[in-house]
C-alpha cells in the first residue's frame, strides 16, 4: 500500500537565528517507516529536523521545518494514499512576527505574539478531501482518555494512538513507548512497553488490516 507517514517536531521561526520547537525525537514515526518500507510498502516520509538516518527504500523523503512547510508537504502529497500517519510533534503556535534580521538584546522584556499553525490533522478529510485510513497521534500529560477520544471524533480519525507524555520512561526522545489505541469503532487496546521498533511492527500491521478493512 501506498503510505503516508509524518514524523519529528517542526521550528517556528523567531528569526533568523531562533525557534520554538518541542522534544519529539522522531524515532516513532521513523520506526513506522522502517517497518513499513522493509514490508514492501511504498512510505512517504515527511520529516522534520531529526538526528535520524531515514531508512532506504522510501517512495521519497520531504524534509520540512515549520508546521506551514509540513502542511504544504501533507497537501501535496496525500491525494492517492491508502493510509496516513501523523505522528509528527507539529509546533500548536508561531510567531506572528519573524524578522529578518536578528533580534537584539536592547530591552528587559520581550513579548512575543504568537499565532495557531495549520492543523494538519484537522484539514486531512475536509480541507485534503483524504478518504482512506487516518491515524493521528496523541502526547498527552494528563486526561488521555478524554483528548485521545475527542480527537479521533472532531478529526475523523479511524485510530489515534495515544501516549503519556508525562513518565520520563517512555514517549519523547526515548527509545520505547507504551501506547493506547482507540479505533473509530469504540474499541480500545493497549501495545505494552517495548521498543518503538515493536511498536512500529504492530501499528503497521494493525494499519494494514485498517486498509483491508475498508477496501
Ligand atoms: O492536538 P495535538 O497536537 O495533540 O494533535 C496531535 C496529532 O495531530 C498528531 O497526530 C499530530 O501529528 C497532528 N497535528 C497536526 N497538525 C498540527 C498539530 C497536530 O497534524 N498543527
Redesign the pocket.
Known sequence: MRLLI?AGP?REAIDPVRFLTNRSSGKMGYALAETAVAKGHEVILISGPVNLEAPTGLAELVSIES?RE??EA?RDRIDGCEAA????????YRPVNSPDRKIKKTEDSLTLELE?????????RSGFGFSGIL??????THDLAK?ASG?LEK?G?DL??ANDVSRRDIGFDTDRNEVQLFFADGRRETLPVQTKAGIGQKLVEIIEGLVKGQR
Request: charged share 20%; aromatic share 12%; glycine share 6%.
Open positions: 509524518t517542526t508546521a509540513m502542511f501533507v500517519i501523523f505522528c509528527a510533534a507539529v509546533a500548536d495557531k499553525t495549520e492543523d494538519i490533522l484537522g484539514s486531512a491515524v493521528g497521534f496523541a502526547a498527552e483528548y480527537k478529526k480519525c489515534v494512538v
